[in-house]
């Protein structure tokens, strides 16, 4: 089973809205959009550019790397078809708290993956 970890006060995520954390040692970006957070692993899964450095347009994650838009809960790239990691996140009081490792995520339009159960 998977821990939680401790990784940011809330009211420092709320005055500047993203930082990087570390969760066991790997970099995670968390966004605070409305009154959600949300992690992604923050090195790009293009070319490893600082999610954290990005900025959130029309609900996504913008890396600033070349522009690739990632749905912040998701992780998912529309137009790449692809994934970056996500992590659950919970908040307990002022405290946010990140699960160690990235969600499973199913890979996007595999095609021919059907099975007969
Ligand atoms: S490094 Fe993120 S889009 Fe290229």
Same mark, same amino acid.
């Given at each position: 089973?998977?821990?939680?970890?401790?990784?940011?006060?809330?009211?420092?995520?709320?005055?500047?809205?993203?930082?990087?954390?570390?969760?066991?040692?790997?970099?995670?970006?968390?966004?605070?959009?409305?009154?959600?957070?949300? !992690?992604? !692993?923050?090195?790009?899964?293009?070319?490893?550019?600082?999610?954290?450095?990005?900025?959130?347009?029309?609900?996504?994650?913008?890396?600033?790397?070349?522009?690739?838009?990632?749905?912040?809960?998701?992780?998912?790239?529309?137009?790449?078809?692809?994934?970056?990691?996500?992590?659950?996140? =919970?908040?307990?009081?002022?405290?946010?708290?990140?699960?160690?490792?990235? =969600?499973?995520?199913?890979? !996007?339009?595999?095609?021919?993956?059907?099975?007969?159960?």
């Amino acid at each position: 089973m998977d821990e939680w970890l401790a990784v940011a006060d809330l009211s420092a995520l709320a005055r500047r809205k993203k930082m990087q954390v570390d969760v066991g040692g790997v970099p995670v970006a968390l966004f605070l959009v409305g009154q959600k957070v949300f !992690a992604l !692993a923050d090195t790009c899964i293009h070319k490893q550019r600082s999610l954290s450095r990005g900025v959130m347009l029309n609900g996504c994650v913008v890396c600033p790397g070349h522009q690739w838009e990632f749905d912040p809960a998701t992780g998912y790239e529309a137009t790449q078809d692809r994934y970056q990691p996500s992590y659950e996140v =919970r908040v307990e009081g002022t405290t946010v708290y990140v699960a160690e490792r990235p =969600r499973v995520m199913e890979p !996007a339009a595999t095609p021919g993956s059907g099975g007969a159960g």
